[in-house]
């Protein structure tokens, strides 16, 4: 836990990041693979999420039978234009320009290759990094959490202003929420997989409570809600280098 915020200045800007298309054969859904950048007016950079693991993009459907994923759905899109490096370089930016690095949870489809920008700290929930490896998919665990600098958050904290992050667990034991506000666009809720799309049916309780907090928080602020994988809602999204101010 950091004993004071990690950034000085507010965020001015949002921008989503492109990691791919997946078509989810439970109900047919094509849904996006989505990371954010967010900058500040004190100069810095923050990178939300990494999308697949190198692999992916290399050969998405050998990785996909490799790991078992094609069970569960089919890789549409995923190249190397859908790296963190390539959509950084959509917004004008490198891995070396990244202050920190936040990742919402463990996942296959938001975990990619945590030696990204690596002079960046590593953000999560202690949660989250108390499991022996990250969660990966269907029970695989092939990656080791990488040796960095890594700050683990116990609880909802402020990053800087205008700029918290939300303990929303359910998904993953330690998923995470961030609530952001923009200058012109207002506060933004950026829920990740801890609500999916407005529609998501919540298995456990756990969930269920999470999701009713983001709500609550989310009609508390007037924010706008970015889900993590409604696709109704991601077409309509401007991805880099269009930006949210």
Not at 62 to 88: H, K, M, R, V
Not at 156 to 184: C, E, F, K, W, Y
């Amino acid at each position: 836990m950091p004993n004071r915020p990690l950034l000085k200045g507010r965020p001015i800007s949002l921008g989503l990041l492109d990691y791919g298309l997946f078509r989810v054969h439970d109900g047919a859904r094509t849904i996006g693979i989505c990371g954010y950048l967010i900058q500040s007016d004190a100069g810095e950079t923050v990178l939300v999420d990494l999308g697949f693991p190198p692999a992916y993009t290399d050969d998405p459907q050998a990785a996909s039978q490799a790991d078992g994923l094609e069970s569960f759905g089919t890789i549409l899109s995923c190249t190397a234009q859908n790296t963190p490096a390539a959509q950084l370089a959509k917004a004008g930016l490198t891995e070396a320009n990244i202050d920190l690095l936040i990742l919402t949870h463990s996942h296959i489809d938001h975990v990619g290759d945590l030696t990204f920008a690596p002079r960046a700290p590593l953000v999560l929930s202690t949660a989250e990094r108390a499991l022996p490896r990250p969660l990966y998919w269907d029970g695989k665990h092939p990656l080791d959490w990488p040796d960095r600098k890594t700050i683990t958050l116990e609880k909802d904290t402020d990053l800087g202003p205008n700029l918290r992050v939300l303990m929303a667990p359910g998904h993953t034991p330690g998923q995470i929420a961030l609530l952001l506000s923009l200058p012109q666009t207002g506060a933004v809720l950026l829920t990740s997989d801890a609500i999916s799309r407005p529609s998501e049916v919540f298995g456990t309780d756990t969930e269920r409570r999470t999701a009713r907090r983001l709500r609550e928080i989310g009609r508390e602020h007037s924010a706008w809600i970015l889900y993590g994988h409604d696709p109704g809602q991601w077409p309509t999204l401007r991805k880099v280098p269009d930006i949210y101010l």
